[in-house]
């Protein structure tokens, strides 16, 4: 999902929202919206290492399932940026490697 189409879908959901829940989603869908902005790479080492990092960095409330984030290994046989995603949760251990679409 683009960053556009998040931003069409929260505007339209602060129209339905009373002040009260406004104050509470308001945040939410920022972290959410700086999260889809701010894609950056996390590296490390390693990919654990890499991942570790993404996962430190990335609040629990900002991530979502498909939610994609780049690793880049730092050892000295992979440099290459690795796309990985939260599938099937959005806890540490569910950062993995997107496969590839054939």
């Known amino acids: 999902m683009s960053l556009q189409k998040v931003k ?6 602060y129209k339905f929202l009373t002040l009260e829940d406004e104050r509470v989603m308001k945040p939410l869908v920022q972290a959410v919206e700086d999260a889809l902005s701010n894609q950056q790479a996390f590296s490390g080492a390693d990919a654990a290492t890499a991942v570790a990092a993404a996962n430190a960095a990335i609040p629990a409330s900002a991530r979502f399932i498909g939610m994609k984030v ?3 290994d ?7 940026p690795i796309e990985y995603w939260y599938s099937g949760g959005v806890g540490d251990e569910h950062l993995v490697v997107r496969p590839a679409i054939v």
């Open 74 to 80: 730092e050892s000295a046989s992979a440099t290459t």
């Open 8 to 13: 069409d879908i929260n505007s339209n959901l």
């Open 70 to 72: 780049i690793i880049i």
